[in-house]
């Protein structure tokens, strides 16, 4: 099982995963767990009804907006990186966090290297299973790397030219 | 030009701090060499046939003399004691050893220079107009924007793992100077009827294996929303632009086959769903920027110089290198003057250390300390008196930069190809060579007008073959280095496509075949048309004819 880690505060920590993932032909566990959509769309509505807490895996090609009418009601979602390279998941990570509204969880997994901590953490991402056996010190430096930024984002950092502004 | 804050040095000097730690690391053995390849590629930093490369970016063309004394310093200390300048007006340094990379980014850094975002999937370099600045028929300063865009795309968290690389453009004037038609996206900026300055937006042009001419998608786009519409144009690529395979990637893929009314709409919906004051600059921070790019105390002269042109009457060289490598100033009195980066039987593009040493000094001395790289790989100063211009010259011409070619048929377009880079089948080099020796005499090219010949050593078409008037393609034929050739392109306002003439010749074979296509053209001409306007009236039919006689 990855590690999980958390980013909070400025900060990251290994965290405790409370949250089992399932996959699409496995039996149902006890316990809180995350799904995918399609199989979410059959199960999920009832196992929240149950008092579970349910997450949602998106697939990359899986637009975030299909969450919309089931935000409410979930606990996490994760967004996947099939790999490194297929950055589908800012763009969504963004549309969550800053247009939909999402508040809870939203973790990074697949091929998810702390060479992306900084990109992440800028999209909203607020958990991470590093698939590079980073440590959470190795996050923690690598979302400081630059002292400032040129664009705003879901991270809320004040943009160069807002710091321009101020001075 | 616009110089460097406190915050964009602090940007440069993290990001050099951040790729020593990486080589560091690698020099050690810490990582693999598939681990550090994408960091490294990050920084401008290929594997090519015989060393590393470093890919300089120049931003939108734009060089101080202090940043091209250090780009010098770099290629003497660390290469082989000179340059190449690309299409993309970047800089590649091709004998660079792993070890030195971060001193060499820290001396860049040092100047405002750097190698951000010249390679990976990304927001590439800005293009901007050369002329920006100098050029009378501009509407605004296009690197103003180029500059708003280079902010704004720097390290950009959503934008920097996009189905493919990714490259934008810039003009100001109705004459394109900057081959807008044939990047991802286009921006020309027009005043429109009111008066006011406002983007026409063209997406989805490329060359490459699939080439195309960019469509335009918004023919009035009010310039304070540019940032949010370029976020919308790019998240919708980032989200539906092809990842499974690499050769369908680019947004021009994606753009034909949406149609571009359809893709338009995906990018309008998207635009009016999103916050657009939190994408789009203030107005203060664009008057800062501007301010960066404010016209520098001209002097008020007459537009027309005595001692020059009685220096001109004097010299049948320096008035030939008027007619072809000057353009005309906004300011009365002064001349764009064009640095050849194309001396006959030379490498196009290169440029030797103590060239530039030589071409910054002259940039302090009469230009405003200024230098510009345009795209055809030649460089130019851009503010200079013409009454500076015969000692601009007799400076220029004893260190080879002033030949007098500018758009001539020696002028030619060639990427490092198979003598430097991994992907190309064919050299491109010893080709471009060839043809310019072949025209060599100044008569017969100024006879021959404008003619523009660009050479690509693979189907990636980094030498624009696809927009040559006359484009040159290499390919390999069973090991051997054959060149497939095509009429009638244009990477300008006028923007079309090239067409393929016939069957691959081999290397031996081009020259000469270029002398009988420009036989027809002079042949066929009429009045006052160019080599490409003849080939659009006639077609190519009497050009293959000639140029393939023998075969029959």
């Not at chain 2, 902010?151 to 004459?175: G, M």
């Not at chain 2, 632009?241 to 359809?262: Q, S, T, W, Y």
């Not at chain 2, 990427?415 to 050299?427: E, T």
């Not at chain 2, 020259?511 to 042949?523: K, R, T």
Request: with cysteine; proline share 5%; hydrophobic share 45%.
């Amino acid at each position: 099982m990855p590690m999980l880690i958390n980013w909070r505060a400025g900060a990251a920590t290994v965290a405790r995963d409370g949250f089992v993932t399932l996959a699409d032909d496995a039996p149902l566990t006890d316990g809180d767990i995350i799904l995918s959509w399609p199989r979410f769309q059959a199960e999920g509505e009832a196992l929240i009804a149950q008092g579970r807490k349910v997450g949602v895996r998106l697939a990359s090609s899986e637009s975030a907006e299909i969450l919309a009418p089931v935000l409410d009601g979930l606990s996490l979602v994760a967004l996947e990186f099939p790999k490194f390279r297929d950055g589908r998941a800012y763009s969504s990570a963004r549309l969550l966090r800053e247009r939909m509204g999402w508040g809870g969880e939203l973790r990074a997994v697949g091929d998810v290297l702390v060479e992306q901590a900084y990109l992440m953490i800028r999209c909203g991402f607020d958990a991470f299973e590093p698939a590079d056996a980073s440590t959470p010190a190795d996050w923690t430096a690598a979302a400081a790397r630059f002292a400032h930024v040129y664009q705003r984002a879901a991270d809320h950092r004040a943009p160069a030219f807002a710091e321009r502004q101020g001075a | 030009m616009y110089l460097y804050d406190d915050i964009d040095r602090q940007m440069l000097a993290d990001r050099a701090q951040e790729f020593r730690a990486q080589c560091v690391r690698r020099l050690a053995g810490e990582i693999t060499e598939d681990q550090f390849k994408p960091l490294r590629l990050m920084n401008g930093l290929y594997l090519q046939l015989h060393a590393y490369m470093l890919r300089v970016a120049i931003p939108y063309g734009t060089l101080s003399a202090d940043q091209l004394r250090a780009l010098a310093h770099v290629a003497r200390t660390y290469d082989k004691g000179y340059g190449h300048f690309t299409t993309r007006t970047n800089l590649q340094l091709h004998w660079i050893k792993l070890r030195d990379a971060p001193d060499i980014l820290d001396h860049l850094a040092e100047v405002g220079l750097h190698a951000i975002q010249t390679s990976g999937n990304c927001i590439r370099n800005l293009t901007a107009d050369p002329y920006a600045g100098a050029a009378g028929d501009e509407v605004d300063d296009s690197r103003v924007w180029a500059e708003v865009i280079r902010q704004w795309s720097t390290f950009h968290p959503e934008f920097s793992y996009l189905p493919r690389k990714f490259k934008i453009a810039v003009t100001a004037s109705p004459t394109d100077r900057a081959a807008t038609r044939i990047y991802d996206i286009g921006l020309r900026l027009y005043r429109d009827a009111d008066g006011e300055l406002a983007f026409e937006v063209g997406v989805g042009g490329g060359l490459g294996r699939l080439p195309y001419i960019g469509a335009v998608i918004r023919e009035r786009l009010p310039v304070r929303h540019l940032l949010s519409y370029l976020q919308a144009i790019l998240r919708v690529y980032n989200l539906h632009g092809r990842r499974d395979n690499i050769h369908k990637a680019r947004i021009k893929v994606l753009v034909a086959g949406l149609g571009p009314e359809e893709f338009s709409r995906q990018v309008e919906a998207e635009w009016e769903a999103s916050d657009k004051a939190a994408v789009d600059l203030p107005h203060a921070e664009l008057a800062r920027i501007r301010a960066g790019f404010m016209p520098m105390g001209f002097e008020a002269l007459p537009a027309a110089s005595r001692r020059f042109e009685a220096a001109k009457a004097d010299s049948r060289a320096l008035a030939r290198f008027a007619r072809h490598n000057l353009a005309p100033h906004k300011q009365p009195g002064y001349a764009i003057v064009h640095v050849s980066l194309k001396a006959i039987g030379e490498t196009p593009g290169d440029c030797s250390a103590d060239q530039m040493d030589l071409v910054a000094d002259l940039a302090d001395r009469y230009s405003h300390g200024e230098i510009r790289v345009a795209y055809e790989q030649n460089l130019i100063l851009p503010h200079v008196k013409l009454d500076d211009v015969p000692e601009v010259y007799a400076a220029l011409d004893a260190a080879g930069l002033a030949t007098p070619n500018i758009a001539l048929i020696s002028d030619i377009i060639a990427c490092p190809g198979l003598d430097y880079c991994a992907l190309a089948n064919a050299r491109a080099i010893p080709v471009a060579q060839d043809i310019a020796r072949r025209f060599a005499d100044p008569e017969v090219a100024e006879r021959i007008g404008e003619l523009k010949i660009k050479i690509s050593g693979c189907i990636n078409a980094c030498g624009h073959h696809h927009v040559g008037h006359i484009g040159i393609l290499g390919v390999d034929k069973k090991g051997e280095e054959y060149y497939q050739l095509s009429l009638g392109g244009s990477g300008e306002g006028d923007a079309s496509i090239a067409q393929i003439l016939g069957p691959a010749v081999p290397a031996a074979r081009v020259a000469p075949f270029i002398d009988d296509l420009v036989g027809v053209y002079l042949a066929e001409r009429r009045d006052g048309e160019r080599f490409l306007d003849t080939v659009r009236r006639t077609g190519l039919a009497p050009f293959k004819a000639a140029a393939y006689a023998d075969a029959h």
